[in-house]
């Protein structure tokens, strides 16, 4: 089984910047490609950004429009998502994923919540 276990997040005002982190432990090696998704009451799952088992980012939300940028370390097991320039359209609560053998697991999400 694979964990996550996530911190950063809160409460910004617009323009700020924020960092979510994304500690994964167990089976750590069966692990693919991660990425951060994010949601707000009455919407669906949406994605922020994905990254590769590699560590290579492959994709983003439209609404990033290159304000984000995602970096994995696999010798420390983690996954940032830096969030920079936000605005009160990316409040939401933002949850890192792991597929691994088959199964999909997620962080136990976090408010991100940017004021005016």
């Known amino acids: 089984q694979v964990q996550l276990a996530e911190s950063g997040g809160g409460l910004v005002q617009a323009g700020e910047s924020l960092k979510r982190s994304c500690l994964a432990s167990?089976?750590?090696?069966?692990?693919?490609?991660m990425a951060w998704y994010r949601q707000t009451p009455g919407k669906e799952r949406e994605l922020v950004a994905r990254i590769t088992r590699g560590g290579v980012p492959r994709e983003f939300g439209d609404f990033v429009k290159g304000r984000f940028t995602i970096r994995r370390d696999n010798t420390k097991n983690t996954v940032d998502l830096q969030m920079n320039n936000l605005t009160p359209e990316n409040t939401a609560v933002y949850s890192c994923?792991?597929?691994?053998?088959?199964?999909?697991?997620w962080g136990q999400g976090t408010q991100v919540t940017v004021s005016t």
């Open positions: 167990g089976k750590t090696w069966t692990i693919g490609g």
């Open positions: 994923y792991a597929p691994s053998q088959g199964l999909d697991y």
